[in-house]
């Protein structure tokens, strides 16, 4: 092997998204060696000239380099304790999404077991790896990102490394997931609704994508109120959307939906009146869920 032969990699777990990871370092000439529980998982990446481990151990004493990629941490820790001594010196780059909480004990474990630990937070999905709209996040400690930057860049897309924290990576995800799903719950609801209102999902739908094209400048206009903690409504008040909210509610329940997740959403700009910030802009909200989190 000279200088430049790509490093050998292994990749502990072959869902979708660990296919995906050893599909990318394969095409990008690593020799990757694979473990699944359910081994059979593995046999395209074996047609394709991945090496098939039987054991954890066996896997992981073939690289330097561990990648583990699987359903939560509690599966990934089943995993890799019983083969904390093969792991002795070697790198864990756990991408796996979990909480924050449970990164730092993965973390600490890791440290325990002299095994140099970065945590990971794949934020796009498995067709995007290898490509160039790939986007995966690091934390930890930045020797260990600097030492294996260059091989997880044949991940795809962007790699960027988010500081020492362990937990950094799973916070971002943790809070980008949050707009995902509270997104996707909004939006498979409205088309409940709609169909009620016997409007067909298609015809919404142009309205609906509208709708979403508003969100980035408000993303943006959010953060920088919360970062300057300024809430002085500019255009709309606290006050006149939970009036808009309780319309929705009232339509929804007429119609016999579940208004459980807008509930709870009016629920929190009526702490925020409540409180005496009626007439504030909507980022008041965020602070108000601040509070109950204290
Ligand atoms: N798929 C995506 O597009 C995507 C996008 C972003 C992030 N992610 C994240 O990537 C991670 C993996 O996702 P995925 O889509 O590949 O599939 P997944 O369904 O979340 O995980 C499947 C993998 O977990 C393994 N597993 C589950 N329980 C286990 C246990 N107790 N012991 C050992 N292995 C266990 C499965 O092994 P068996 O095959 O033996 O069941 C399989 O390898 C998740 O954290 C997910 O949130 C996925």
Same mark, same amino acid.
């Given at each position: 092997? *000279?200088?430049?032969?790509?490093a050998?990699?292994?990749?502990?777990?072959?869902?979708?998204?660990?296919?995906?990871?050893?599909?990318a %370092?394969?095409?990008a000439?690593?020799?990757?060696?694979v473990?699944?529980?359910?081994?059979?998982?593995a046999?395209? %990446?074996? !047609?394709?000239?991945?090496?098939?481990a039987?054991?954890?151990? /066996?896997?992981v004493r073939?690289?330097?380099?561990?990648?583990?990629?699987?359903?939560?941490? $509690?599966?990934?820790?089943?995993?890799? /304790?019983?083969?904390?001594?093969?792991?002795?010196?070697?790198?864990?780059?756990n991408?796996?999404?979990? *909480?924050?909480?449970?990164?730092?004990?993965?973390?600490?474990? $890791?440290a325990?077991?002299?095994? @140099?630990?970065?945590?990971?937070?794949?934020? *796009?999905?498995?067709?995007?790896?290898?490509?160039?709209?790939?986007l995966?996040?690091?934390?930890?400690?930045?020797?260990?990102?600097?030492?294996?930057?260059?091989?997880?860049?044949?991940?795809?897309?962007?790699? /960027?490394?988010?500081?020492?924290?362990?937990?950094?990576?799973a916070?971002?995800?943790?809070?980008?997931?949050?707009?995902?799903? *509270?997104?996707?719950?909004?939006?498979?609801?409205?088309?409940?609704l709609?169909?009620? !209102?016997k409007?067909?999902?298609?015809?919404?739908?142009?309205? $609906?994508?509208?709708?979403?094209?508003?969100l980035?400048?408000?993303?943006? @206009? %959010?953060?920088?109120?919360? @970062?300057?903690?300024?809430?002085?409504?500019?255009?709309?008040?606290?006050?006149?959307?939970?009036?808009?909210?309780?319309?929705?509610?009232?339509?929804?329940?007429?119609?016999?939906? @579940?208004?459980?997740?807008?509930?709870?959403?009016?629920?929190?700009?009526?702490?925020?009146?409540?409180?005496?910030?009626?007439?504030?802009?909507?980022?008041?909200?965020?602070?108000?869920?601040?509070?109950?989190?204290?």
């Amino acid at each position: 092997m *000279t200088d430049h032969d790509p490093a050998p990699v292994t990749v502990l777990g072959l869902g979708p998204m660990g296919r995906a990871l050893a599909g990318a %370092l394969l095409a990008a000439g690593h020799p990757t060696t694979v473990w699944n529980r359910t081994a059979d998982r593995a046999d395209r %990446l074996v !047609e394709r000239g991945a090496r098939r481990a039987t054991t954890v151990e /066996e896997a992981v004493r073939a690289s330097p380099l561990v990648l583990a990629c699987v359903v939560d941490y $509690a599966a990934v820790r089943a995993i890799v /304790e019983p083969a904390a001594a093969a792991l002795n010196g070697r790198t864990l780059v756990n991408l796996t999404a979990d *909480t924050p909480q449970r990164a730092r004990e993965l973390a600490d474990w $890791a440290a325990r077991h002299g095994v @140099d630990y970065l945590d990971g937070a794949i934020m *796009t999905p498995a067709p995007t790896i290898g490509g160039p709209a790939a986007l995966v996040l690091y934390s930890g400690p930045e020797r260990t990102w600097q030492a294996h930057r260059a091989t997880l860049a044949h991940l795809g897309g962007d790699a /960027e490394w988010l500081g020492a924290d362990p937990a950094r990576a799973a916070g971002h995800d943790v809070a980008l997931l949050d707009v995902f799903w *509270t997104a996707m719950s909004g939006i498979a609801h409205a088309f409940a609704l709609a169909r009620a !209102e016997k409007i067909r999902a298609t015809d919404l739908a142009p309205y $609906a994508r509208g709708i979403g094209n508003l969100l980035p400048d408000l993303i943006d @206009d %959010l953060a920088r109120r919360l @970062d300057a903690d300024d809430h002085v409504a500019d255009v709309s008040s606290i006050a006149s959307a939970a009036a808009g909210m309780a319309h929705i509610i009232e339509a929804a329940e007429g119609h016999g939906i @579940d208004a459980g997740v807008l509930r709870a959403a009016h629920a929190a700009a009526g702490r925020a009146i409540r409180a005496g910030h009626g007439d504030d802009d909507f980022s008041r909200v965020a602070r108000i869920y601040e509070q109950a989190a204290a």
